[in-house]
């Protein structure tokens, strides 16, 4: 069984800029979470999408927003990057059965310079 | 709102020694407790977690750890570590069936280092 994939493994963005990342969660798993890894701050919920829908946001500003296709992979957007938005993003997918257990993607490294 | 403490940021231990790393939870009812590691630039693996019933939980590569309601502690443990085990190790909580979301809360993390 294929885990979850995430790509690109690395980007490399200048302040300002858009950076999209992208999940791809186990099959079957209806529900993604993005998590944020920064150096110093560990590692923070950033969003959850369960079909298709956004159903929670952590304390992040708006210009960090996502979606969630029918095929239920998911995309990360961060517009307007800041210097402090270089982290490890992380993508963890789980099903609907009452477990709360995720699995975790490699995660994308983003760098902003 | 719910927390997580592991208030070890760094381990060493020697090869074939015991292991033991502490997490305690802060939350309004027993949460769903979970240990996942972390190798460098790697993403989360899952070590083991605890829902219900039997309070100690067996889980890969050797990894134990037992939950202690009156503590509000999941501690992991394991007998004789080895060199491939050095990593980073994260506790963390999610809300039992019936919360608003599944979103895990975790702690800072222990990194361990293992001298041969």
Same mark, same amino acid.
């Given at each position: 069984?294929?885990? +979850?994939?995430?790509?690109?493994?690395?980007?490399?963005?200048?302040?300002?800029?858009?950076?999209?990342?992208?999940?791809?969660?186990?099959?079957?798993?209806?529900? +993604?979470?993005w998590y944020q890894q920064a150096l110093g701050l560990g590692l923070q919920f950033l969003l959850w999408y369960d079909?298709?829908?956004?159903?929670?946001?952590?304390?992040?500003?708006?210009r960090f927003s996502g979606r969630?296709?029918?095929?239920?992979?998911?995309?990360?957007? +961060?517009?307007a990057l800041e210097l402090e938005d270089s982290a490890l993003y992380l993508c963890a997918s789980s099903s609907w059965d009452g477990t709360a257990e995720q699995y975790f993607g490699p995660g994308t490294r983003l760098t902003v310079t | 709102a719910q927390s997580v403490t592991q208030p070890d940021i760094h381990i060493?231990?020697?090869?074939?020694?015991?292991?033991?790393?502490?997490?305690?939870?802060?939350?309004?009812?027993?949460?769903?407790?979970?240990?996942?590691? *972390?190798?460098?630039? *790697?993403?989360? *693996?899952?070590?083991?977690?605890?829902?219900?019933g039997d309070t100690l939980v067996q889980g890969i590569k050797g990894f134990e750890a037992e939950f202690k309601r009156s503590q509000s502690s999941f501690n992991l443990r394991k007998p004789s570590v080895h060199w491939s085990d050095a990593a980073e190790y994260f506790c963390a909580v999610a809300p039992v069936r019936g919360g608003s979301n599944y979103k895990l809360t975790f702690g800072k993390g222990t990194l361990l280092t293992v001298n041969p």
């Open positions: 069984e294929a885990g +979850v994939t995430q790509s690109p493994t690395h980007l490399i963005k200048t302040r300002g800029q858009q950076a999209t990342l992208r999940c791809s969660p186990i099959s079957g798993h209806t529900s +993604v979470y079909e298709g829908e956004e159903r929670n946001r952590g304390n992040f500003p708006p969630q296709f029918p095929n239920y992979s998911s995309e990360l957007n +961060v517009n | 060493t231990v020697s090869e074939g020694a015991s292991l033991e790393l502490r997490c305690n939870y802060s939350y309004g009812a027993t949460p769903y407790l979970f240990w996942y590691v *972390q190798s460098p630039g *790697q993403g989360l *693996q899952l070590l083991l977690k605890y829902f219900s």
